[in-house]
């Protein structure tokens, strides 16, 4: 392509307006999503990103209700905990006729409940009459479908786009229609349960009569056929039953936790419900999609760092997320969506652009780190469950990734990468920005690059695929990943610790030279427990630092940096899930005090944030006092690894472990923050028993008690 596609430095989809804002409601089911405003409805307000999409394109492009010539006025706009539905309430302003008041403000009530199921939006209205006098009037819906890629929503200009097809017009319904470039053809059938007075392409128009305490009721629903010659039709009550049935599947299946701080609970709710709602079922099992709008599809590196947050409460997410990406790892050498042998998946998209290659995203290869990380989940998955038949089953696909590290790794044992041409991301760490890897005078570091956290979770696969070897009982290639651990964390700290910064070093470029800039990296490898404790100690200092922790979480490029940018994508942001990665490993070497701390930002903006929802990421100003975090511009918001940074916060606190035989649950030096004085997790599951844990806070320890045990397991607490 001529010009790059990027998403504030990310490569491929730029930012073309303000996402900063807290009136757009989101609704998701499997591979649909919805983007509304607070009314209910979907134009080409604010960043224009409003619509329901299906498999990366919208179908609806505009969806808008006016009674009487006139848009309702907003009394309610509230989503579900469970995010099951939207529900809208409304009035209409006061209504003229010749001059003359005719309808009074508040009297006619529009009660609008919106619902995803799969490919299909279902909407139900009711319109009541509270006035003492009879109304006749017209209710009019307005819709329409662009079938415009994710990435041109996101601005990305194309040279042609494919043709769209004459709509159908029948009694009750419209079926719109476009043949993409793809040879796919996408339609959008808009039906409503009654026949409207009059029907176009883009207009359906009802004739109301209501006697007073009257009401009128109508069902609409668009559902989305793609390549397919049927509709996946789902009525609103049907809609609802399959949803609120999924719903009860979810929290059956996942512990729950629940506090005496109600403030706390709003956030763990809302994180539940996000999740859930980001979740798909694929063939292979659950796996939680990255995010909304941008990101609601398949994502390696995403799907496993939330899996890895939420495998303690939800390990079958982890089981999902592992199967899927054994069956879409590579296995041949495809340079042009930067697959290689064992290496595993970054994205995987399933629209017109990315079919005709216009991005590279197809299924797409491009990162250094999920390959890793895969090998590391699937240990600590093994730890968490015991599930060896599991494992046994993607035994290859963890050898294949551990022999693609190994091949891809330089004389000193550091994997690095280097993008091959110039389409695809040009870092593949997690922080891919073009701008993300400098050294110290800001000049951007050169390929290929070896990145701090990704030694550390290099370090964690080979002990992790050590470990399954022995357990499968192949102990040669055990001995050589335990050897390979080992020098890899020698040479780590050796050629990556800064004295003078008593930090790590970002990365290490492609001539060896260090980027000498103090960044949130470095405590990833105190997730890996790959440094020394010492170190260890030193570095904490900083992370909870006022360069390093500005209130509410952790910058991802220090205050006083080179590059150092509160409102960049990734030199100056806090991202939640980074934030929680890194209160785990101050955990995991006892600095609880430090853990707390960032427990206690991330917490504290939940509070102020709508919702009580978390982005992708926020800005990195300063915390001041009666002010909320500064929001990002199209920052994703529900954001799966957001989302899971509270369970993965918690989980280090408690200090949860767990023996694979299923025998034993143990909490190492457990504590709560002063605003929890206590803490049940009911229906955690360790092989076939059940316990209800309460966590009780004292003035200098906690008090740990099962309240009910089904199967045989024991509690071992380390205080």
């Known amino acids: 392509m001529d010009d790059a596609i990027q998403i504030d430095n990310r490569w491929y989809i730029p930012a073309t307006s303000s996402r900063a804002d807290d009136r757009t409601r989101v609704l998701k089911s499997d591979d ?27 179908h609806l492009s505009r969806w808008q209700v006016l009674v009487a010539g006139r848009e309702p006025m907003l009394l309610n706009s509230t989503v579900r905990l469970d995010n099951s539905r939207l529900v809208v309430d409304q009035t209409t302003p006061d209504l003229f006729r010749h001059h003359q008041l005719w309808i009074a403000k508040g009297t006619l009530h529009l009660r609008r409940e919106q619902a995803t199921h799969e490919s299909s939006l279902t909407e139900h209205l009711r319109v009541s009459n509270y006035s003492q006098t009879a109304h006749d ?6 819709f329409g479908a662009d079938f415009r890629d994710i990435f041109e929503v996101r601005g990305e200009r194309r040279a042609r786009r494919g043709e769209f097809l004459p709509p159908e017009i029948e009694k009750q319904a419209v079926v719109l229609g476009y043949e993409g470039l793809d040879g796919v053809t996408r339609r959008t059938r808009i039906e409503f349960s009654q026949a409207p007075a009059s029907l176009s392409q883009d207009v359906a128009r009802f004739a109301v009569s209501l006697a007073p305490g009257e009401s009128f009721e109508l069902e609409a629903i668009v559902s989305c056929a793609n390549g397919k010659p049927y509709f996946c039709i789902s009525r609103h009550a049907a809609a609802l039953r399959s949803i609120d049935l999924k719903v009860a599947a979810g929290h059956a299946a996942r512990a729950s936790i629940f506090t005496d701080n109600e403030q706390f609970n709003d956030w763990l709710n809302r994180s539940v419900a996000d999740l859930q709602m980001l979740t798909a079922q694929t063939r292979f099992g659950l796996y939680p999609y990255a995010g909304v709008p941008w990101f609601s599809t398949p994502f390696g590196r ?3 760092v939330t899996a890895l947050q939420t495998l303690w409460l939800q390990p079958d997410l982890a089981r999902g997320v592992l199967a899927f990406l054994a069956a879409t790892q590579a296995t041949t050498l495809d340079p042009a969506f930067e697959a290689e042998p064992g290496k595993i998946l970054h994205e995987l998209r399933e629209g017109e652009m990315a079919a005709l290659g216009e991005v590279p995203f197809r299924r797409y290869y491009g990162t250094v780190d999920a390959t890793p990380l895969f090998v590391m989940l699937a240990g600590r998955y093994y730890q968490r469950t015991g ?18 590290i190994e091949a891809r790794s330089d004389s000193r044992g550091f994997l690095t990468y280097a993008r091959n041409g110039s389409r695809g991301l040009l870092h593949q760490g997690w922080k891919d920005s073009d701008d993300a890897v400098f050294h110290r005078d800001g000049r951007p570091a050169q390929p290929p690059i070896a990145l701090c956290e990704v030694q550390g979770y290099v370090y964690d696969a080979f002990l992790q695929g050590a470990e399954l070897a022995g357990r499968l009982g192949q102990e040669a290639p055990a001995r050589g990943w335990r050897e390979r651990a080992a020098r890899l964390r020698q040479s780590l700290e050796e050629a ?42 030193r570095l904490a ?46 955990a995991r070497y006892g600095l609880l005090a430090e853990a707390l701390t960032l427990l206690d930002g991330l917490f504290n903006a939940s509070i102020f944030l709508d919702m009580h929802r978390l982005p992708e990421l926020f800005c990195g100003f300063e915390r ?17 690894w957001a989302s899971g940074a509270v369970f993965m916060l918690l989980e280090a606190i408690l200090g949860l472990e767990f023996e694979p035989d299923g025998s034993r649950i143990c909490l190492r030096h457990p504590c709560l923050p002063d605003y929890i004085s206590w803490l049940r997790i009911t229906g955690l599951r360790h092989g076939d028993a059940v316990v209800d844990l309460a966590v009780r806070r004292h003035t200098r320890d906690v008090a740990v008690n099962i309240e009910r045990r089904e199967g045989e397991v024991d509690l071992t607490v380390i205080l």
């Open 302 to 304: 995403d799907g496993l």
């Open 541 to 586: 200092r900083h992370l909870t630092g006022p360069q390093g922790y500005n209130g509410w979480g952790l910058r991802t490029v220090f205050a006083g940096e080179p590059n150092y940018n509160p409102m960049s994508y990734h030199n100056g942001s806090v991202w939640p899930h980074d934030t929680a990665l890194a209160a785990a490993g101050l």
């Open 496 to 537: 990556f610790w800064i004295e003078s910064l008593e930090t790590y070093a970002l990365a290490l470029d492609g001539e060896g030279r260090r980027c000498e800039v103090r960044t949130s990296n470095p405590a990833h490898l105190l997730y890996c427990g790959v440094v020394s404790r010492e170190r260890a100690v």
């Open 387 to 404: 599930d060896i038949e599991f494992i046994r089953g993607i035994w290859s696909n963890l050898e294949r990734a551990l022999g693609w």
């Open 624 to 640: 001041l006092p009666g002010q909320a975090p500064t929001l990002y511009p199209v920052a994703c918001a529900p954001q799966a």
């Open 32 to 58: 649909g999503f919805a983007v509304f405003s607070r009314h209910g409805e979907i134009g080409r307000v604010g960043l224009g990103d409003q619509g329901f999409y299906f498999l990366g394109t919208r």
């Open 137 to 142: 009037f017209q209710i009019e819906y307005g």
